[in-house]
């Protein structure tokens, strides 16, 4: 048996088969056919091999195939003197191939071809490659792989129904990379190659560095939706999807530094506004009076009315009723000892008195938490020129960038 490729067709990574054009011949010796002794050769319809025995060959990986009938069925028998049969046919058929795409696009695959005798075992019928079994490799052309060679061999398969012959050739295809430069990986790079042009932007045109960063954003979200169309839904992560997922975080960091940028810059002028505004108060302190012309403090909190009735001290209750308090029952020149210049709350324990040692707990929690941003914010360095952030990302973006795709490539393609 030997087969010959006319083309291969197409190659689906979405339904993982790749589809072929193939002429099949098949050979044997039928001596009940033999006519002559001389080496005679009769070429015979091809509706003759329904009157003769044939192998009942199939492709084990085979999704769909048809046989060509263009102007007639593309079917040959050629009868020997002696018996041998030479069976052939043309046929395009849709093979079974299972690909690994952790590499992908950077990535090799094997595809087979499987033939092997439906219903007879190998006590029948013994499948076997002829010296040459494939013809016609070199001159197939793949417009996104490239054929490497391939390999074919033969082997025994036991099944339910017995043991069958099959043989086999696998493929090596190589894919192209020259696609997936220039739709992918290029227009990946100069998008986030793009969004470092926001660093050399005034930090004050907020719109310009917005919707600069926001675009590329967008842009890149765009890119990634348009590869995934064309793949299978697989769990694993491919090659491709690290390179997209980094390009999209370097561009997001991008818009970040600038919400940094921004937020340092409006934060030191509300710090420098809220120091002008405290000198400027401390100033007009100074120059007011501190002390009442009655000699109490304004400040100071003087001894509520409720308080001066449940007073212990009756002298101070008095005072109430006596001179203290004029006909309205208003404080008339009230001047109590400094001990009672506070304001006391005589009040019964109430529901929400029972879970007062709670409080001291929520304090502390709440003291070192404060303490904790105390200490982070400490730890930041402070930063007197909001500039100095993006001269800084203008050299960290791209010698992250030259990194991470020198690490990407070494990896994926040496």
């Known amino acids: 048996m030997d087969i010959t490729i006319a083309s291969f067709d197409s190659i ?109 075992t190998v006590t029948d019928v013994v499948m076997y490659w002829k010296d040459v079994p494939v013809v016609g490799v070199e001159e197939a052309e793949l417009p996104q792989f490239t054929i490497m060679g391939y390999e074919a061999n033969d082997r025994t398969e036991e099944l339910a129904t017995g043991v069958y012959r099959r043989l086999s050739i696998s493929f090596n295809l190589q894919r192209n990379i020259g696609y997936f430069v220039f739709q992918t990986y290029l227009p990946s790079i100069l998008i986030v190659m793009l969004s470092w042009v926001s660093f050399w932007i005034n930090h004050e045109a907020t719109s310009a560095r917005v919707a600069l960063g926001i675009t590329t954003v967008l842009t890149m979200t765009t ?30 960091a991008a818009l970040l530094e600038y919400a940094a940028v921004n937020y340092t810059y409006w934060g030191q002028r509300a710090k420098k506004k809220a120091k002008k505004m405290k000198e400027s108060n401390g100033q007009q302190n100074k120059q007011s009076p501190s002390i009442k012309a009655d000699g109490i403090a304004a400040n100071e909190e003087i001894i509520e009315l409720q308080d001066i009735r449940m007073s212990p001290i009756p002298s101070i209750r008095q005072r109430h009723n ?15 000892p400094p001990s009672f210049r506070i304001n006391r709350n005589y009040s019964f324990p109430t529901r929400s008195s029972i879970h007062a040692p709670r409080a001291p707990n929520r304090k502390r929690v709440i003291s070192t938490l404060k303490k904790g941003a105390s200490a982070i914010k400490g730890a930041i360095p402070t930063i007197k020129d909001v500039n100095i952030i993006d001269k800084y990302s203008r050299l960290i973006f791209p010698l992250s960038f030259v990194f991470f795709n020198t690490v990407y490539w070494c990896f994926y393609v040496l």
Not at 226 to 249: E, N, Q, T
Not at 322 to 336: A, I, N
Request: with cysteine; aromatic share 16%; net charge negative.
């Open 12 to 120: 689906s990574e979405v339904n993982m088969d790749y589809t072929i054009t193939m002429y099949l011949n098949q050979y044997w010796k039928d001596e009940r056919l033999a006519f002559s002794s001389s080496d005679e050769l009769l070429t015979l319809p091809g509706d003759f091999a329904e009157k003769i025995w044939v192998p009942d060959t199939f492709f084990a990986n085979d999704k769909s195939s048809y046989l060509h009938d263009v102007t007639e069925k593309n079917k040959l028998v050629r009868l020997h003197g002696d018996g041998s049969i030479t069976y052939g046919m043309r046929f395009t058929t849709t093979l079974a191939c299972m690909m690994d795409l952790h590499y992908y696009p950077l990535d090799s695959q094997n595809c087979t071809v499987e033939i092997e005798s439906y219903g007879y």
């Open 223 to 252: 890119i990634s939706t348009g590869v995934r169309s064309s793949l299978p839904r697989i769990s694993y992560v491919k090659a491709i999807d690290i390179y997209l997922v980094m390009c999209f975080v370097f561009v997001f």
């Open 322 to 336: 006596s001179k203290f308090f004029s006909s309205e029952g208003s404080l008339q020149d009230l001047k109590f």
